[in-house]
Every structure is written in C-alpha cells, then in structure tokens.
C-alpha cells in the first residue's frame, strides 16, 4: 500500500496486481458484472488505474497485491531493458548494452532518469511523454531487448515482489522529459503514399522518387544531435517502397548514405544504421497500404 500511495504522489496511475505476479488482479470481460466502477460498461486495467489515494487504501487492505503503473494516462513513457532469454545465445547483449550502443552512435549520453531494477536483472528507465504526443508500445523498434510501455502498455512498480526477487528504484529519483532524439525515433513514421491502391506503376514511382529526394534532403540538413535519428526515420520511411518494388534498395541506401555523410555521420555508422532500419521496414511492409 505505501508503494502504491508513493508512486499515485508522483501522479502516476495505478492498479492493483495478483500478489508475487506481473498480472492484472482485476476481473476480465467475460466475468464482468457491470455493476460498481463497470455499471456503466466493463472498464480495463488502463481505465480503473487511480490516483485516488482512498481507492489506493481500499483496495490494498484487501491483500498485499502488487502494484501496476498504467504508462499512458500517467504520462510516462518507460524504457524497458530487457535480459536475454533463456534460450538466446550466450553471447547475446542485453538490453542495457545496446540501448548504450545506441545512445553512442546518436551522440548521446545514457538517460539520467529514474529508473528501477526488475525482478529479472533488467531496468526500466521512466521518461515524461510530450504533451500532445500519443505514443503506444514498441517490442524491439528501438533496439534488440528494449521495448517501450505507453499507452495500452503499464511496467510493474517499484514496491512490488515477484518469484523472481524485488523490483527496486535506483538511479535519479527525477524522471527526466523523454529526449527528442528517442522520441523521434518513436513517433509513428507518417503514412509515406496516399495514393489509391491500384495506382499505376508509374504514379507509385514518381511519387517514391520525390519522398526519397524529400527525406535525403531532410537528412542532408540535419543539425547535430538528429542526425542518425532522422536517418533511421528516413530509412524506415523509404523502406515499405524497396518491399513494394517501387524502389531499389541500392538507391536508397547510397542516396541516404550520401545524405547521412554529408550530414557529418561517419560512413560505417551510415551503413549500420541503414541496415538496421531497412531490414525491419521491409520486413514489416510487405503488404501496400490500402491492399485487400
């Protein structure tokens, strides 16, 4: 209960969770009754989060439950470093090591935040969301093991107790705005055709030229601090037209590639980061937007 009542002063929304798990302790759709906090229609965990502190008492006198953070209506977005699993290879990074990585390569020191040690040996790094900005949660987007919890997503707060040990805070007792260069790589790229689905060839190809002159010219101009950020962004924008055919992955990697370099970007980290960002958007765009 003082963990609960600890993090609702911090204006954080909580809700309670199955004593020792990570799970829910509220009941499911299916076994509703639609009657106290539901007589108006079953309401979810992210709905029935609080900061009500007699609702906070109420309900942990009922047993020692563990506590969720609902992310979203409590304006966080929580970093999430995970551990390998167990069957990863040996030498598989965790997710503290490449979200490092990654801070290295976009010129960036690792977030002071507050944070907290998971039961399982990972972090979670806390960050305020922007105002007006809805972001929702990544599995993987930013880095290998690290995943994001917005809205639609909660992490497990500090205070509570698994099977697998404690989670504790440690670091910063602050949490810090969530850097530019992190949400930029967040945000939803924007919808890069509008073009009806059963557009000519030749309309599609146009159209793609002029986005990949639009984007190298973005990355070409940009200032220090965005470059590999706006660089990721493009690659993941202009990837979904290498999977429709509309352009070819050489192109686009030599035209980024100049663009990134002419930026200040040293060459290897250009192709790293083309890459990385390639592989993913071509594998997630293999179906044209607005196709059966």
């Given at each position: 209960m003082s963990a609960a009542l600890s993090a609702a002063e911090q204006g954080w929304h909580v809700f309670p969770l199955r004593p020792g798990t990570k799970r829910p302790a509220l009941h499911g759709e299916a076994a509703?009754?639609?009657a106290g906090a539901c007589e108006g229609g079953h309401r979810k965990w992210e709905q029935r989060a609080t900061t009500d502190p007699d609702r906070i008492r109420a309900t942990w006198a009922q047993g020692p439950f563990n506590i969720g953070i609902a992310t979203g209506p409590s304006g966080l977005l929580v970093v999430d470093l995970d551990m390998p699993k167990p069957n990863s290879n040996g030498d598989t990074p965790d997710g503290a090591t490449t979200f490092k990585a990654l801070c290295e390569r976009t010129g960036h020191?690792?977030?002071?935040?507050?944070?907290t040690r998971t039961a399982s040996g990972g972090q979670h790094l806390y960050f305020t969301a922007p105002n007006g900005t809805s972001l929702a949660n990544t599995a993987g987007t930013v880095a290998p093991l690290v995943d994001t919890r917005a809205w639609g997503g909660y992490v497990v707060a500090a205070g509570s107790i698994t099977g697998a040990g404690p989670y504790e805070p440690v670091g910063a007792p602050v949490v810090a705005a969530l850097p530019l260069w992190l949400l930029s790589i967040l945000k939803p790229a924007p919808k890069a055709s509008?073009?009806?689905?059963?557009?000519?060839?030749?309309?599609?190809?146009?159209?793609?030229?002029?986005?990949l002159a639009c984007e190298a010219r973005?990355?070409?101009?940009?200032?220090?601090?965005?470059?590999?950020?706006?660089?990721?962004?493009?690659?993941?924008?202009?990837?979904?037209?290498?999977?429709?055919?509309?352009?070819?992955?050489?192109?686009?990697?030599?035209?980024?590639?100049?663009?990134?370099?002419?930026?200040?970007?040293?060459?290897?980290?250009?192709?790293?980061t083309l890459r990385s960002a390639l592989n993913w958007s071509v594998a997630h765009n293999q179906r044209r937007q607005g196709a059966a």
């Open positions: 509703c009754s639609r020191a690792v977030p002071t935040t507050y944070r509008q073009a009806p689905s059963m557009a000519v060839a030749g309309q599609s190809r146009r159209y793609a030229d002029t986005a973005s990355v070409a101009g940009a200032q220090l601090g965005e470059r590999e950020a706006k660089l990721f962004r493009a690659a993941r924008a202009l990837g979904r037209f290498v999977a429709w055919g509309d352009l070819p992955r050489h192109v686009v990697e030599q035209a980024l590639q100049e663009a990134g370099e002419a930026a200040g970007l040293p060459p290897s980290q250009c192709r790293a």
